[in-house]
C-alpha cells in the first residue's frame, strides 16, 4: 500500500468518515485488532476478510474471535504470512481423515462434512438436525457419534501443540461455564490453542461426549461479534469487526475503542462450503474479501 494511502486510510478511519464507524478515539489508536464473529459455515467470510485487510497492508496486531471466529482467526494469529485459504483447506483435510478412520473403524462411511458442519454450527443446529445432516452428508443410515474430543484432537495436532501465549499475533477467545449464579463468560488468553478453540465452540447438546464445563458462547448477544470484550483486553484499539451475523454488533458506543464494523451479508452457505473448495466456498470466502474491500474503497 503506497504511503499516501496509508496516510488517508488512518486519517479517514479516525474521523470517521465511514459509516461503519463508531466510538471514534482522542488520539492514533496503538494496535488493530480484527473481532470474528460467530456465525457456522458463514464465517468462512473471515478467510475473505481478513485476505483483504492483508492485500491492503493493514496490519493486524491481534485477533479475538468467537466459535466459527475463533477457529478463522486461531488459524491467522498462529501464521499470519501463510496463505490463510490453505492453512484451513489443510486443518478440513486433517478433520476429514480422522472422521473417516473413525467411522470406518465403526464399520460405517465417513461424515466429515455434517459433522464438521455441526462442530462449528456455533449452536444452531438441533439435535436432530444435526443428525440428519451427518446421515446426508456421510451417506449411510449410522454415523460415529459427535466427538468433541476428536475435534479437540485434530486441532492440538494441526497446531503442533501450540499455545495461545506463545502465537506471533496475540489471539483471544472466550467460552461460558455454568456457575450457581448462571452462565460466566470466561476469557482465555493462555494454555493450549487448541483447548481454546474447541471450547468456543463446545456444545453440549450437540456432543454425546461434552460436558457442561465449557460451553459455546455463541447464543449470547455481546459475544456473538465480541467487540466489547476486545476493548476490555486491548483498550484503546480500533477494532475492525468482520460480522457475518444478522444483527449488528452490540457494544457501547463510548467504550473507549475506535470501531470499524463491516457486515457481510450472503445466503448462508451449502454444508459442502466447509471442505474449502466448490463454488458456495467461493462464495462466501468472496464475500468476506469483497465486503471490506469495498468498506476499504469508502475510505480513499
Given amino acids: 500500500m503506497p504511503w499516501r494511502f496509508r496516510v488517508l486510510l488512518l486519517t479517514a478511519l479516525l474521523v470517521g468518515?465511514?459509516?461503519?464507524?463508531?466510538?471514534?478515539?482522542?488520539?492514533?489508536?496503538?494496535?488493530?485488532?480484527?473481532?470474528?464473529?460467530v456465525g457456522g459455515a458463514k464465517g468462512l467470510a473471515h478467510l475473505g476478510a481478513l485476505d483483504a485487510l492483508k492485500a491492503r497492508g493493514v496490519h493486524i496486531d491481534c485477533v479475538?474471535?468467537?466459535?466459527?471466529?475463533?477457529?478463522?482467526?486461531?488459524?491467522?494469529?498462529?501464521?499470519?504470512?501463510?496463505?490463510?485459504?490453505?492453512?484451513?483447506?489443510?486443518?478440513?483435510?486433517?478433520?476429514?481423515?480422522?472422521?473417516?478412520?473413525?467411522?470406518?473403524?465403526?464399520?460405517?462411511?465417513?461424515?466429515?462434512?455434517?459433522?464438521?458442519?455441526?462442530?462449528?454450527?456455533?449452536?444452531?443446529?438441533?439435535?436432530?438436525l444435526a443428525a440428519g445432516a451427518l446421515g446426508a452428508a456421510g451417506g449411510a443410515s449410522t454415523v460415529p457419534p459427535l466427538s468433541h474430543e476428536r475435534f479437540t484432537e485434530v486441532l492440538d495436532s494441526f497446531y503442533l501443540g501450540a499455545r495461545v501465549e506463545e502465537l506471533p499475533v496475540p489471539f483471544v477467545t472466550f467460552y461460558q461455564e455454568p456457575t450457581n449464579q448462571g452462565l460466566r463468560r470466561v476469557t482465555v488468553t493462555r494454555g493450549p490453542v487448541a483447548s481454546a478453540v474447541a471450547a468456543s465452540?463446545?456444545?453440549?447438546?450437540?456432543?454425546?461426549?461434552?460436558?457442561?464445563?465449557?460451553?459455546?458462547?455463541?447464543?449470547?448477544?455481546?459475544?456473538?461479534?465480541?467487540?466489547?470484550?476486545a476493548c476490555t483486553l486491548f483498550p484503546g484499539s480500533r477494532l475492525i469487526a468482520i460480522n457475518v451475523t444478522e444483527?449488528?454488533?452490540?457494544?457501547?458506543?463510548?467504550?473507549?475503542?475506535?470501531?470499524?464494523?463491516?457486515?457481510?451479508?450472503?445466503?448462508?452457505?451449502?454444508?459442502?462450503?466447509?471442505?474449502?473448495?466448490?463454488?458456495?466456498?467461493?462464495?462466501?470466502?468472496?464475500?468476506?474479501?469483497?465486503?471490506?474491500?469495498?468498506?476499504?474503497?469508502?475510505?480513499?
Fill in 17 to 37: 468518515t465511514t459509516s461503519c464507524h463508531r466510538g471514534a478515539a482522542r488520539r492514533a489508536p496503538e494496535r488493530t485488532c480484527a473481532v470474528l464473529s
Fill in 64 to 128: 479475538v474471535g468467537n466459535s466459527m471466529g475463533a477457529v478463522v482467526g486461531s488459524l491467522y494469529a498462529s501464521a499470519p504470512q501463510a496463505d490463510l485459504r490453505a492453512r484451513y483447506r489443510k486443518f478440513f483435510s486433517d478433520y476429514e481423515r480422522e472422521t473417516v478412520r473413525e467411522a470406518k473403524k465403526r464399520g460405517t462411511v465417513g461424515a466429515a462434512i455434517g459433522l464438521l458442519a455441526v462442530l462449528l454450527s456455533g449452536g444452531s443446529l438441533a439435535p436432530a
Fill in 201 to 229: 465452540a463446545a456444545n453440549p447438546f450437540l456432543f454425546e461426549d461434552a460436558t457442561l464445563e465449557r460451553i459455546d458462547p455463541g447464543a449470547d448477544r455481546v459475544s456473538a461479534v465480541p467487540v466489547h470484550d
Fill in 247 to 300: 444483527e449488528p454488533a452490540f457494544y457501547r458506543p463510548d467504550m473507549g475503542c475506535e470501531v470499524w464494523e463491516v457486515r457481510v451479508d450472503m445466503e448462508h452457505p451449502a454444508n459442502e462450503a466447509l471442505m474449502g473448495s466448490g463454488t458456495d466456498f467461493d462464495a462466501t470466502y468472496a464475500a468476506g474479501f469483497d465486503a471490506v474491500s469495498r468498506a476499504l474503497e469508502r475510505l480513499r
